[in-house]
T-cell receptor, first 111, second 115 residues
Framework: DTAVSQTPKYLVTQMGNDKSIKCEQNLGHDTMYWYKQDSKKFLKIMFSYNNKELIINETVPNRFSPKSPDKAHLNLHINSLELGDSAVYFC??????????FGDGTRLSIL | GENVEQHPSTLSVQEGDSAVIKCTYSDSASNYFPWYKQELGKGPQLIIDIRSNVGEKKDQRIAVTLNKTAKHFSLHITETQPEDSAVYFCAASISYGGSQGNLIFGKGTKLSVKP
């Protein structure tokens, strides 16, 4: 049973397109996160989302927007994709003061 | 803000040897320190964590030590096995009340265990 699942695993698209990555967690956690891992493996938080409220946004371009239809889902929408958006994007979930659990990532490649 | 430095960036050991990865952090208010293992094509998986009220924690072949005064913490893997080969990340964050701050990650250590 996958705790945090994200789709698609691979996403190849043209510059300028709009795309979405879906994330679902079945752990009952209150908070969900999106991270970006660049080509050097550096992991950086993009968003955290708790009770329909965006509580952290780390200087991410406004082309990126998280959307949460319910507590178990946090989808990442990206508008006007740029070459520099190529990376692996990870979704995670966790409760306050507890470890975060990560999905297996979505590798986004911009042509 | 918090900054986490991790060393070494690559580490190669013989099967059965020990491996040590070290991290330092800058914000003395940080009080939660997890370690993650990332295998190829997978997401980071928590392997052990430690909070600032504890100096050492062990789980079978894995141990973490924390020196709050020096602001550094280390991961120790004993009796390494080929399946320990992966990228390891340390992280630091501030937990307060009912919330947890950002996890700030180190840049990772690629561990290779040679049979």
């Amino acid at each position: 049973d996958t705790a945090v699942s994200q789709t698609p695993k691979y996403l190849v698209t043209q510059m300028g397109n709009d795309k979405s990555i879906k994330c679902e967690q079945n752990l009952g956690h209150d908070t969900m996160y999106w991270y970006k891992q660049d080509s050097k493996k550096f992991l950086k938080i993009m968003f955290s989302y708790n009770n329909k409220e965006l509580i952290i946004n780390e200087t991410v371009p406004n082309r990126f927007s998280p959307k949460s239809p319910d507590k178990a889902h946090l989808n990442l929408h990206i508008n006007s994709l740029e070459l520099g958006d190529s990376a692996v994007y990870f979704c995670a979930s966790g409760d306050p003061n507890q470890p975060q659990h990560f999905g297996d990532g979505t590798r986004l490649s911009i042509l | 803000g918090e900054n986490v430095e991790q060393h070494p960036s690559t580490l190669s050991v013989q099967e059965g040897d020990s491996a040590v990865i070290k991290c330092t952090y800058s914000d003395s208010a940080s009080n939660y320190f997890p370690w993650y293992k990332q295998e190829l094509g997978k997401g980071p998986q928590l392997i052990i964590d430690i909070r600032s009220n504890v100096g050492e924690k062990k789980d079978q072949r894995i141990a973490v030590t924390l020196n709050k005064t020096a602001k550094h913490f280390s991961l120790h893997i004993t009796e390494t096995q080929p399946e320990d080969s992966a990228v390891y990340f340390c992280a630091a964050s501030i937990s307060y009340g009912g919330s947890q701050g950002n996890l700030i990650f180190g840049k990772g250590t690629k561990l290779s265990v040679k049979p």
